[in-house]
Structures are given as C-alpha cells and as structure tokens.
C-alpha cells in the first residue's frame, strides 16, 4: 500500500509557470507506474501525464503535451509535474495517482492509491 500526498500548486498567470508534487509513503514505491490526474468544476476528472516505474517512459495527453513535464526520483518517493505556459483551462484540481503496473495507464480507474490533490489556478 501507498500513501500519496500533493504540495505545491496554488496560481500563476497565464504563460507562466508552476510546478506539484507528491510524495509517497512506503519502500516499494519504485514498483508503481505513477499518473497526474486534473479535475476541473463541472468536468470529469482527466489524464494529464504518467511515468514508468524507473522513469524511463512518459506519457501526456495532447492537451499538454510540450508544455508539461513529469519526473520522479525513487530515491526520494517524489513525482513532480512541472508546468509551464499555462493556460486558464489548466485550472484544476491536480491529483496523483499510483499503481502497481510495467506501463502507464491513462484511465483513472487502472490507479489503486490517490492523494488529496492540490488546486491550481491559472488567470488571465
């Protein structure tokens, strides 16, 4: 079992720049594919990015694709999202996910452990 818990977040300006992350609790933390999730008011929650258990392997949905970056460090349990030239439509709930998995999912419901999320808000 894995707890995770997000910081960061919080607001920026449209373009600029912000960065999550989430920390997760246990020793087996290398053996989880990880995944960001957001989730807009009135929207279903989506896919944002997700990395391999070594780190080796990205994915990001099109909408962010170039501008967000995901990154772990098994050494510390940490996954972060970097995210830049933001765009209003980037504000959301921003949630971590993990799973015991070889490959990333991007369907929330492949994820076993969720943290709390962390808002962030992008203005115009």
């Known amino acids: 079992q894995v707890q995770l818990v997000e910081s960061g977040g919080g607001l920026a300006q449209v373009g600029g720049s912000l960065s999550v992350s989430c920390a997760a609790s246990?020793?087996?933390?290398?053996?989880?594919?990880m995944g960001w999730f957001r989730q807009a008011p009135g929207k279903e929650r989506e896919f944002v990015a997700g990395?391999?258990?070594?780190?080796?392997?990205?994915s990001y949905s099109d909408s962010v694709k170039g501008r967000f970056t995901i990154s772990r460090d098994n050494a510390k349990n940490m996954v972060y999202l970097r995210m830049s030239n933001l765009k209003p439509e980037d504000t959301a709930v921003y949630s971590c996910?993990?799973?015991?998995?070889?490959?990333?999912?991007?369907?929330?419901?492949?994820?076993?452990?969720w943290g709390q999320g962390t808002q962030v808000t992008v203005s115009s």
């Open positions: 246990g020793r087996t933390f290398s053996r989880y594919a």
């Open positions: 990395i391999s258990r070594s780190g080796s392997s990205t």
């Open positions: 996910a993990a799973t015991i998995s070889l490959v990333i999912f991007t369907t929330d419901s492949s994820y076993d452990y």
